[in-house]
T-cell receptor
Framework: GAVVSQHPSRVICKSGTSVKIECRSL??????MFWYRQFPKQSLMLMAT?????????EQGVEKDKFLINHASLTLSTLTVTSAHPEDSSFYIC?????????????FGQGTRLTVV | DAKTTQPPSMDCAEGRAANLPCNHS???????VYWYRQIHSQGPQYIIH???NNETNEMASLIITEDRKSSTLILPHATLRDTAVYYC???????????????FGTGTLLAVQP
């Protein structure tokens, strides 16, 4: 399958600082990228959907000013957690999909473990 | 997207076939059935998908009932590395980003026993 890479895989930051997570599609052009958050022993929760060159669409209850998403190119999307607090500590996962015709599955990055201290 | 129902957990002996059921009784005609799995602390991995015909690839087989209200993912010879949470998701294929979002349920924790 296609490769989606996230960086960093782990990050620890101080409360009040911002953290940027990168998601890259390595061998295909991702017209759509998705960002998920997963708390321990829970399922993945979709945070937002972004199409290249457009503003992200956020799911209900997700603060767009806190979780800034940029999808400036067909191979890169970034999630910035602004003014992070301990409750933002979670596993963040991106997913990318090629927007061609027909059935195309989404591929996932390996995830980023964020710990806010 | 239609909702799915899966058992919370299942056990399987190593080397035996693992059969994971999924109910999707409200699936629409243009919605596909997708299966992903998530090994602990990793991102989900795509396994297989289908519309109405049975599908097989190098990882698994997908059996969809004729009325499409349920399906079964089959891992023919389970190994310890197949221990993971398996998610069954239905969604429309193609179209714009919004219609393609994958909404995860709680999935089935498959524990392969030695």
């Amino acid at each position: 399958g296609a490769v989606v890479s996230q960086h960093p895989s782990r990050v620890i930051c101080k409360s009040g600082t911002s953290v940027k997570i990168e998601c890259r599609s390595l061998d295909f052009q991702a017209t759509t990228m998705f960002w998920y958050r997963q708390f321990p022993k829970q399922s993945l929760m979709l945070m937002a959907t972004s199409n290249e060159g457009s503003k992200a669409t956020y799911e209900q209850g997700v603060e767009k000013d806190k979780f800034l998403i940029n999808h400036a190119s067909l191979t890169l999307s970034t999630l910035t957690v602004t003014s992070a607090h301990p409750e933002d500590s979670s596993f963040y996962i991106c997913s990318a999909r090629w927007g061609g015709r027909g059935v195309t599955e989404a591929f996932f990055g390996q995830g980023t473990r964020l710990t806010v201290v | 997207d239609a909702k799915t129902t899966q058992p919370p957990s299942m056990d399987c002996a190593e080397g035996r076939a693992a059969n994971l059921p999924c109910n999707h009784s409200t699936i629409s005609g243009n919605e596909y059935v997708y299966w992903y799995r998530q090994i602990h602390s990793q991102g989900p991995q795509y396994i297989i998908h289908g519309l109405k015909n049975n599908e097989t690839n190098e990882m698994a087989s997908l059996i969809i009932t004729e009325d499409r209200k349920s399906s079964t993912l089959i891992l023919p010879h389970a190994t310890l590395r197949d221990t993971a949470v398996y998610y069954c998701i239905v969604r429309v294929a193609g179209g714009s980003g919004a219609t393609n979002k994958l909404i995860f349920g709680t999935g089935t924790l498959l524990a392969v026993q030695p």
